[in-house]
């Protein structure tokens, strides 16, 4: 049923925030949660400026890629869901007014992050939902990192195709890289 | 084919610019001419932080959901496209690597527009192809706009399904609005 | 009664904005006007960061003090009002949330500043009312800076404390270097 | 006696400066301190910007909010003060000058912090003055959002008002959440 | 002599201000009245960040690079000036503060433009003297702007090195894309 | 031979970059190091917008004095090289591209700071060459400030005319006020 129909027939559509460095196996169960429980859904990738750092490794524009190809992977149909970057403005009390502004409308929130929660709340115009977390210690986009860093297994975390996409990228030199200092 | 047998095929992947306040027609025909040319493509929002003025009166938000719309209605397959709303930065220079940053890979660049033309021709990293233009006169965002503004016949130069939109969010109110001044 | 008191009887407080460049008896009447409509109100500067412009001459510290003079001047307790200068953001989607979050609670907005007024509406949270004008073709802040231009009777559309503060800090004369041109 | 009388007889307006996450009864000490030596003052809020973080978690509206209920609290004549609230420009070579734009004409400054004092040193337009300290240990902000977080007695630090706000705004559920990380 | 000595000896440094879009022989004429004037001098290029308008269409390296060209040319020793770009914070009350902050220390300004005239006397801290204007309608950067864009002749304005730095930049074709609009 | 020159006979001009906060013997030894490598060089500061930070104490424009007292002390010869200071936009991706905006064009970069390297190598328009360190210990701009927290001999790491420079502009009590925190 394309997204006219949906609009129509008032289905909903759920908001599903995080910043995805990188997208990981953590996140695609939440995709998987959310997209069971909602008609379309946007999946917002938040701190699109921030790239090349420890914290941020991946632009915007690598993340939206990971995405689509986790989601080809899960074989989760492209017509149901929308991948937005939204740039941070770093002022929380505009935060939820620019996030409404970035996507197209939606009726719900899934979220674990307290900031994104505690800020949604606040606003008091949409439900926020908690989804369930599975192996939330190794299904961490900063246990991803580390392990990158300290050459552990770290594709066993991730969907095949992103860690795939990270190593054409040479996401791991990258990394690497940004972890060393000028002293060495 | 999904998304990551195109990347490793090494088909290609165009990018398509716009302002869209709103899509109307005349972008449909080129995103048309783009999706024949291509296996994937890019329709990138630019100017995404501005909304509620004159000339820009439509919010990234509102934007993408026109988009999509319309190439639903178009029944051009969401698993081929990707709609990624990019703030602009103002600073000419830097505007080809904050495109490249936010949006997926690219291999080549459909634009009529001569700033985006001649940033991109600068950089020299991709191909600029024009975009053959149809009715271009009244297929235009400003054509649209003063219409809207003259009650005359605005319906026309839009998909239907964003004509509906615009009912729906009470643009023709919205545009109206921004072109008091408050002598009147 | 103090501010405290007002708060726990749920008595109203109003919203005020403009760019007062200058502030004007045209102002002052509407404060009036809000002033006898509620019991608390906040006289909000918007645009706050510019000035030394022909349209945006004085600075938010020299507006903070036009407003405290002209109210004083007019016996308005300064109990019952804040003034407040507030940064533009530029990024209209999220100027109301931007305002919320400089100004104390307030429950009503009173404006004829058409784009203030859409803003407001949209947003949903607040009853916005109009203010009645008088003498709108004289009282307006681009006629006061046209009339000091000119060499013509500005002062008569100024409380008397305001004009004396703009001749105080050299205003006329800052006004007339900002219209000259290189060229001359 | 009105404002203007004081500009005319030359009496002087004192500048204080401080974030107040929140304000408590230190910051009301050292603003009675100010009341007695200066004939106006000059309440200034900085980093009004922020919110919703650990380190300020109220905004600025919030803090204007708490200032006046203090000065209420304290009996302190409306008419002898300004409380403005000023986004900080992360550039500490042109913040005096921002400062200055921002708020009415001063004469001397108070402060205790450093960094402040430093800036308004070097640009040697101004007298900077201490102010004496009372309990400094616990009358500190950090002081009180570190018992707000650990259950401790907080309301012993704050002005009656102040204490009785936060409650209002659920102050202390907000700084509980923001203090959650998402391990847990 | 080097540098320090002059600074030991209390050996005067101006400054002296534009955005140089392009430099051209009148800012050559300027750049030798102030030499004459000082002993060391700071070219400041002001609106740094702005390239590929049509009102601004070189990046600062570009303008760096033809005042450097064009002193040499005109046989100006290098150990006597500094080059400085400085981005433009569009915040006048503090841009005098901004410049101060970006370049060696200076004892003058030499300018005649009415804005940097009267932000710099508001400052106080700076003689401000004008610089006698030759052959000021032709000597003037719009009309090179202009000639460039009607194909007449533009290079009798410029220094002979900037002249063919342009065209080496492909400047002409530059200003003539960007005088386009997408109509044609 | 003059500048155009050596554009014509298409010698090098090598880009080196740092924060230089201060500028020490490490860096003068890395700038003897790369004006052999090339006919013109630019030493571009970095993040020039910081000051009266712990960790960035000295302006833009001090360090651009610094580095020509340093220069000039060493008998470098100012037509060779361009001091440009460079705002940081604190987008890694755009970055290079923001560098090339700012300074005249360059062919080679030289570098030891990783995330430099790492953006210029991502780039892949420059080659990207290492400086030979000397005494990497001491010869640290983190040092220098720590000496002078300390009180230890700081003043061995710098050119002469860096150190009487620094005292010049009282340096020493800048860090030392920076680094008190308001407790004490």
Not at 48 to 61: M, R, V
């Amino acid at each position: 049923m394309c997204a006219r129909f949906r609009v129509w027939f008032g289905m909903s559509r759920a908001l599903y925030v995080g910043r995805f460095q990188p997208f990981h196996l953590g996140h695609l169960y939440a995709v998987r949660y959310v997209a069971e429980r909602s008609s379309e859904f946007i999946v917002m990738i938040g701190s699109a400026q921030y790239s090349h750092t420890l914290d941020d490794p991946f632009s915007a524009g690598e993340r939206v890629t990971m995405i689509r190809l986790s989601l080809d992977e899960a074989g989760i149909d492209p017509s149901r869901y929308y991948i937005i970057p939204v740039t941070d403005l770093n002022l929380h009390e505009v935060w939820v007014a620019h996030v409404v502004s970035y996507v197209p409308k939606f009726d719900v929130v899934y979220t674990n992050e307290p900031l994104t929660r505690r800020l949604f709340l606040e606003d008091k115009r949409f439900p926020v939902k908690p989804v369930p977390l599975r192996k939330r210690k190794s299904y961490s986009a900063t246990e991803v990192r580390k392990r990158i860093l300290n050459g552990e297994n770290w594709k066993e975390l991730l969907p095949k195709s992103v860690a795939k996409f990270i190593e054409e990228i040479n996401g791991v030199e990258r990394l690497r890289d940004l972890n060393k200092d000028d002293k060495a």
